[in-house]
């Protein structure tokens, strides 16, 4: 079983690593900010799709992953809407005042 260390390892390192692609596409093309993001979402596409028919075909992996489209969208979109609407809440112009420093 993965320990939670392990996920946020992992997450850190992901995060790190398409951020630096990120800037460096932004950087190197010039392209508008949600250019960049459209073509991050479909690389990750790409990603899914390419893991997705290695563990459909016979003798694929043994990790037990069924891949099933509908609902792995929607897991991904849930998972990029929660970190979008964390990251709003977190807008210290939209927060309450709680005391005066």
């Given amino acids: 079983m993965q320990s939670d260390t392990d996920s946020e390892s992992a997450s850190v390192e992901m995060h790190r ?10 950087r190197t093309t010039q392209l508008p900010p949600m250019t960049v993001m459209s073509l991050a979402a479909s690389a990750l596409g790409a990603v899914y799709k390419e893991v997705a028919d290695q563990h459909r075909c016979d003798g694929g992996c043994t990790c037990g992953w069924k891949p099933n489209l509908r609902a792995d969208v929607a897991a991904l979109q849930a998972a990029l809407a929660s970190k979008i609407q964390a990251a709003a809440s977190a807008d210290l112009r939209v927060m309450q005042a709680v005391g005066r420093a």
């Fill in 17 to 26: 690593s398409i951020m630096i692609a990120f800037c460096d596409v932004l």
